[in-house]
């Protein structure tokens, strides 16, 4: 089936600590996306990725690293210099087509920093 | 002032009823999505549009340009139901999305 994973599902860490978040699609999109969510605000875009070995900064990228070596994985550390990371954090891919740009989101990943 | 709106932020309603749950937006925008997203966090799409109005199942979104709006509608309405819709519109010239801050509906048997 295709789809987005993410993975874990739920993730503990100390704080000072770096941790990747996994986000895998077999859509053979070549957009991904990555949001975080916090209670009563909408879902905000911390980076993206058009292609293969680039990115681009969202609106909240302070604090989080990506890469894109592969066209299928589209991981994203989340640093220690983040000052609040626990939050719910999505993954989305879409086509790459400006007429057309319906996402589509893996399940999620909930960080919580003890 | 968020570029989009959402109201009501909650609902709750009886099972069978008819919902409208609202989006106004700001800017102009080529395309505007509705997202459902149920308590376990996974976020479905439901309807992307950029004029007149879509149907399935239960379900029919509609979108007015002119206004900067678009409601989505649930008929004969079902606890199944009860989960958090998002608007979320793409700007002209932009492939980045923004999001409404969502509306929990809650139908209750």
């Known amino acids: 089936d295709g789809g987005i994973t993410q993975s874990p599902k739920y993730l503990f860490r100390k704080e000072g600590q770096n941790v990747t978040l996994s986000c895998e699609q077999n859509l053979n999109h070549d957009a991904m996306y990555w949001y975080r969510q916090d209670p009563g605000q909408g879902l905000r875009l911390i980076y993206y990725?058009?292609?293969?070995?680039?990115?681009q900064k969202g609106d909240i990228a302070e604090g989080y690293s990506v890469s894109r070596e592969k066209k299928e994985s589209f991981p994203l550390t989340v640093t220690s210099a983040q000052k609040n990371p626990t939050a719910f954090y999505l993954c989305?891919?879409?086509?790459?087509?400006?007429?057309?740009?319906?996402?589509?989101f893996g399940p999620g990943t909930r960080l919580t920093v003890l | 002032k968020n570029e989009v709106e959402q109201s009501p932020q909650n609902l709750t309603a009886q099972e069978g009823e008819f919902i409208t749950i609202n989006c106004s937006y700001s800017?102009?925008?080529?395309?505007l999505h509705w997202l459902q997203q149920h308590p376990g966090g996974g976020i479905v799409s439901l309807f992307m549009l950029s004029s007149g109005k879509k149907k399935h199942g239960r379900l029919i979104a509609t979108i007015n340009i002119q206004e900067k709006h678009s409601s989505l509608h649930i008929t004969a309405s079902h606890p199944r139901d009860s989960a958090v819709y998002i608007c979320?519109?793409?700007?002209?010239?932009?492939?980045?999305?923004?999001f409404g801050t969502g509306t929990r509906l809650t139908i209750i048997p």
């Open positions: 990725s058009q292609i293969v070995n680039d990115f």
């Open positions: 800017v102009g925008i080529s395309a």
């Open positions: 979320a519109v793409r700007p002209f010239g932009n492939e980045k999305l923004t």
């Open positions: 989305a891919s879409s086509i790459r087509d400006l007429s057309y740009n319906e996402q589509f």
